[in-house]
């Protein structure tokens, strides 16, 4: 007996075409501030192609076709960091300092933040691409019980996105190049969870092309917008424009944050909370189908998208999309509730020059009611990525992946 859960928002994946001679660059960002681990933070190689993102522990790895003299590190709220690349390529330690907006950089508005919206959701055909574009990207899906990883699901895929003028999906496509999946096979591990749509989410949950999602007029009528303080994104300031519910209607909402350039009104973050105050509208949502007899409990889902512009062409496109739901279950006459999280990530790892871009075709494509979960076997080879970027497990992470293998 499965749960089917369906997060109705966003999905990416992230890999990299096979290179003869690789250079691996490796290493760990952490804030110099407090030696914290910075996750989710942004390394790209200097032409902006070849890219991934850290993972929890703040570890990254990038395969690149040749040593570079630099590589680019930004994460939000942080100078941007250009590192030089010697004779070291691996344990690389990447320091990033916080970046405090001062008050020469705080510019107050005059304009209301739903004008603020407006004038970039006017701004899109000109700040993002007008061609269609092909990205090898990584995508993995991870299904927690408590603590404890149940299941692991990877895959490198391609994904092709139409002009953003066009602001819809329709012709955006993902095809599987290569995944793999590891299934808890304990005895007290009934209930298993799948995610439907899988590497289609990201399309679903790129908010600047999906006009459906949010950034529309009606939708953002549903809203109340409040202008926070300015924040920065690499050496980049950002308007940050809060969202809350203000009306209640017959689907649940989000909270949120945008993070808009203040120089040239592109969004380039957007993090959205569903509103879980009504549960059941929250379960309708997050929930496709369960076993009988189960009852389900929604307690948070919350999405990340971040958009990336690059320096050889000034357009801005999708970079990382970020899905964590939780949840409880618990079968009738159950005293305890079992809780899940079920965490979904892509990263674009790498853009196909322009010349090379090919649609994805029909049968070549996966469907957004396919369950990536269905389609994927192997683990136990060592080599399986190859020349493909990923980002890096943790540690709990590989960890994990060893005693799911040794059960086997």
């Known amino acids: 007996m499965r749960v089917v ?42 032409n902006e192609r070849v890219s991934t993102v850290t993972n929890d522990d703040g570890g990254f790895l990038l395969k690149v076709p040749s040593r570079p003299t630099h590589i680019t590190v930004s994460h939000l709220g942080y100078h941007t960091q250009r590192v030089s690349i010697g004779k070291k390529t691996e344990g690389l330690k990447v320091l990033l300092v916080p970046s405090a907006i ?6 107050v508005s005059a304009n209301d933040p739903m004008d603020v919206v407006r004038a970039a959701i006017s701004k ?9 574009a092909l990205m090898h990207c990584f995508y993995r899906e991870t299904a927690q019980k408590g603590g404890r990883f149940i299941a692991v699901s990877e895959a490198v895929t391609d994904m092709y996105k139409t002009a953003y003028n066009y602001r819809t999906t329709h012709g955006d496509a993902v095809s599987i190049v290569k995944g793999r999946r590891l299934l808890s096979t304990r005895a007290k591990d009934t209930l298993g969870v799948k995610l439907m749509g899988g590497p289609v989410i990201p399309i679903m949950l790129d908010a600047v092309k999906n006009a459906e999602l949010l950034l529309n007029e009606e939708e953002l009528g549903l809203y109340d917008l409040k202008s926070e303080t300015p924040e920065r994104i690499g050496d980049r300031a950002q308007y940050v424009i809060s969202l809350k519910p203000r009306y209640r209607v017959d689907r649940p909402l989000f909270y949120g944050r945008l993070y808009i350039d203040q120089q040239t009104l592109t969004f380039t973050r957007v993090e959205i909370e569903l509103d879980m105050d009504d549960r059941l509208l929250a379960t309708d949502y997050m929930l496709v189908k369960k ?26 496109r999708l970079s990382y999309v970020r ?44 469907g957004p009611r396919d369950y990536f979960y269905d389609q994927a076997y192997f683990f136990d080879d060592p080599d399986f990525w190859g020349a493909y970027n990923i980002i890096e497990p943790t540690e709990s992470l590989e960890h994990a992946i060893d005693k799911l293998k040794k059960k086997r």
């Open 5 to 46: 859960v369906s997060i109705l928002l966003f999905l990416v994946s992230v890999g990299l075409s096979a290179q003869s001679e690789l250079t691996v660059l490796s290493g760990r960002v952490v804030s110099r501030q407090d030696g914290r681990a910075l996750a989710h933070v942004s390394v790209s190689a200097p």
């Open 102 to 107: 001062m008050l020469a950089d705080v510019v």
């Open 291 to 316: 076993p009988r007899g189960l009852r389900f409990n929604p307690r948070k889902l919350t999405t990340v998208i971040n958009y990336r512009t690059s320096a050889e062409d000034h357009l801005t």
């Open 124 to 132: 899109i055909p000109e700040n993002y691409q007008l061609t269609p």
């Open 323 to 366: 899905n964590e739901m939780r949840f409880k279950c618990d079968w009738k006459r159950r005293l305890f509730a079992s809780a899940y999280t079920v965490v979904s990530e892509m990263v674009v790892t790498e853009q196909v020059p322009a010349d090379s871009v090919r649609r994805i075709r029909g049968r070549d494509s996966f």
